[in-house]
């Protein structure tokens, strides 16, 4: 699929209702299968990434009914988890994944996992090593020295070992697979982290009643005096901030009368972006905030002509926080004055793409400079003329898509986004949101 974007014409302009957070809904599911009353799933998105988590709970034991204002997951419980027929496919998703190594670790039969090109060349090794040290069997495909899919989990011959487990990095998949472990586990699993991650797994487990305490960035499940009985009625999955990004970016860039995106949400170790573009001197607007569930939600307002962005640097706990959102943030950092610096994100190597290189790719493409380091990039921006029109190759990546159809916005001319199928991993109403704020972007397949 391609995407032919051409420069906008005018203010953006509109309301947009964001699908549902892709890892809210990742964990929604997953944890609704262990649940043992029915969950009813608000806002979930229709990304394919979902789908495949979906998919997986069906494969396990669950049963997905549709509601008038989303679905009824009844789920296993925790020990009622039935074999499947054949080996799960995770499609794009490393979060499913990943996180079903740690839900299948502790089962008494064998899965097999497998993914797409993508997801099969991606390392898994971080997440298979500290399941392994709790007794997990977990073999896979070896690459250098790394381990990738297709992989088998279990069985597991008895109760895994509880650890107490620092990790190299922070990673909210690798800790919520220990954790879901744990739940499997014979005593205190225990996760340390050097710095923060993304808490969503943290706060829907304590909403099901899971034995779970967080002190600082130390998370513990205790399963002994537990009942092994998790429960819930139901959860609202808020607009997706890594997909709102996007849209925010594109009213900063190109300007916006008045730009809506309701019910966002904004827990704090995923408002990375919104921190980010306040340092870069960009305003968003929080507006009603309020909670939705376990999560925080807001509704973002970008009013304004283009913003007056400078340049800044992202490192350590923002760059983590915004991990995501580095690809769109490198394109605002393409219209601000002076330079701005990515540092801290070596995460980014590993991810659909090395984004490292392939954001760099990106803004070159559009005549800007962007130098490649081991753990991030610099940007020069440009903010007094329009970018060149750009030809980009996503290679596959969903985020360098989107990014590159932003920047698309304020080139001289038609811009090129190739390789873009994997924007319906994510967000695949993606060209009809942006058409509705006033963009110009045919798609080609």
């Known amino acids: 699929m391609r995407f032919h974007v051409q420069p906008a014409s005018d203010l953006l302009s509109g309301e947009v209702v964001i ?108 997440v298979i090593e500290p399941l392994a040290s709790m007794g ?3 073999t896979g495909q070896g690459v250098g020295h790394d381990i990738t899919p297709p992989l088998t989990v279990g069985p597991a011959a008895k109760p895994l070992t509880a ?8 990673s909210a998949q690798v800790k919520t697979a220990l954790l879901l472990a744990g739940l499997f586990a014979d005593g205190a699993t225990s996760t340390t982290e050097p710095g923060p991650s993304r808490d969503h797994s943290e706060r829907m487990l304590r909403y099901l009643g899971a034995p779970l305490t967080v002190s600082g960035r130390r998370t513990t499940i205790e399963t002994r005096h537990w009942d092994r009985r998790l429960a819930g009625d139901g959860f609202t999955v808020p607009a997706d901030p890594s997909s709102s990004a996007f849209l925010v970016a594109a009213a900063l860039v190109a300007g916006a009368r008045r730009v809506r995106l309701p019910g966002v949400c904004v827990n704090p170790t995923r408002t990375g972006f919104l921190d980010a573009i306040a340092a870069m001197g960009g305003t968003v607007i929080l507006e009603n905030p309020r909670d939705a569930g376990p999560e925080p939600i807001a509704d973002l307002v970008i009013q ?16 983590v926080r915004s991990i995501d959102e580095l690809p769109i943030l490198a394109v605002l950092a393409a219209r601000a004055h002076g330079t701005t610096t990515v540092r801290d994100a070596e995460e980014l190597r590993v991810k659909e793409s090395d ?26 921006g440009q903010p007094d003329r329009p970018l060149s029109p ?7 990546d969903h985020r360098i898509a989107m990014a590159g159809a932003i920047a698309g916005l304020v080139a001289t001319g038609e811009s090129t986004i190739d390789d873009a199928d994997n924007v319906a991993t994510s967000y695949p109403g993606f060209v ?12 080609e397949r």
């Open 19 to 126: 699908p549902g957070d892709k890892s809210i809904g990742h964990r929604a599911l997953l944890f609704s299968l262990l649940s043992a009353t029915p969950v009813h799933v608000r806002g979930l998105g229709d990304g394919a990434d979902n789908g495949r988590s979906a998919k997986a709970i069906t494969a396990l034991g669950a049963a997905i009914a549709k509601a008038p204002d989303g679905f009824v997951i009844t789920g296993t419980g925790l020990d009622g988890m039935r074999a499947p027929t054949s080996p799960l496919d995770c499609g794009n998703s490393g979060t499913t994944i990943r996180l079903l190594c740690g839900l299948l670790a502790g089962q008494r039969f064998a899965t097999t996992l497998v993914g797409d090109e993508s997801l099969s060349k991606r390392p898994m090794k971080r």
């Open 136 to 138: 997990a069997r977990i």
């Open 163 to 170: 650890i107490d487990y620092t990790l190299p990095m922070a």
């Open 304 to 319: 304004g002509r283009p913003a007056e962005l400078r340049g800044t640097e992202i490192a350590g706990d923002l760059a």
């Open 355 to 380: 984004r490292i290189a392939t954001t760099c790719a990106m803004l070159r493409s559009f005549g800007i400079e962007c130098e490649v380091r081991p753990d991030g990039f610099v940007v020069q």
């Open 390 to 396: 750009g030809r980009v190759h996503a290679d596959g």
């Open 432 to 443: 009809d949101a942006m058409t509705t704020l006033g963009a110009s972007i045919r798609i």
